[in-house]
């Protein structure tokens, strides 16, 4: 199986800036069609996606609330992916969850077959 693990998260001030990690244990061979992406959930709110891309680059996807201020970088010799979260605003705050599976338009519609654990990013 394939197991998730994220790390970054923290406190921080608005206009702030956050690297969040995400390491991709178990993945094996190197398909281009294997995607991670990077959903967040706030109270109250339903988890939406972030950005996604596949491990071994190529197009990237950005949801609109958070294009250029985030960007989605990837390890692929690790099998690790990175989101670099610049110019923080409050309504950032979120749990952030990576997830991977086949396919980013399927991850896309929220529909990956591993989630990490999570990690709380709150903006204050």
């Known amino acids: 199986d394939v197991q998730l693990v994220e790390s970054g998260g923290g406190s921080v001030q608005p206009g702030g800036s956050l690297r969040l990690s995400c390491a991709a244990n178990?993945?094996?061979?190197?398909?281009?069609?294997?995607?991670m992406t990077w959903f967040r959930q706030a109270p109250g709110k339903e988890r939406e996606p972030v950005t996604a891309?596949?491990?071994?680059?190529?197009?990237?996807y950005v949801n609109d609330v958070v294009k250029g201020r985030f960007a989605q970088s990837q390890d692929s010799a690790n099998n690790t992916i990175y989101l670099r979260m610049n110019s923080l605003k409050l309504e950032d705050t979120a749990m952030y969850y990576c997830?991977?599976?086949?396919?980013?338009?399927?991850?896309?519609?929220?529909?990956?077959?591993?989630w990490g654990q999570g990690t709380q990013v709150t903006v204050s």
């Open positions: 997830a991977a599976g086949p396919g980013c338009p399927t991850l896309w519609r929220g529909r990956p077959d591993y």
């Open positions: 891309n596949y491990i071994t680059g190529g197009s990237t």
């Open positions: 178990g993945v094996t061979g190197s398909s281009s069609d294997y995607c």
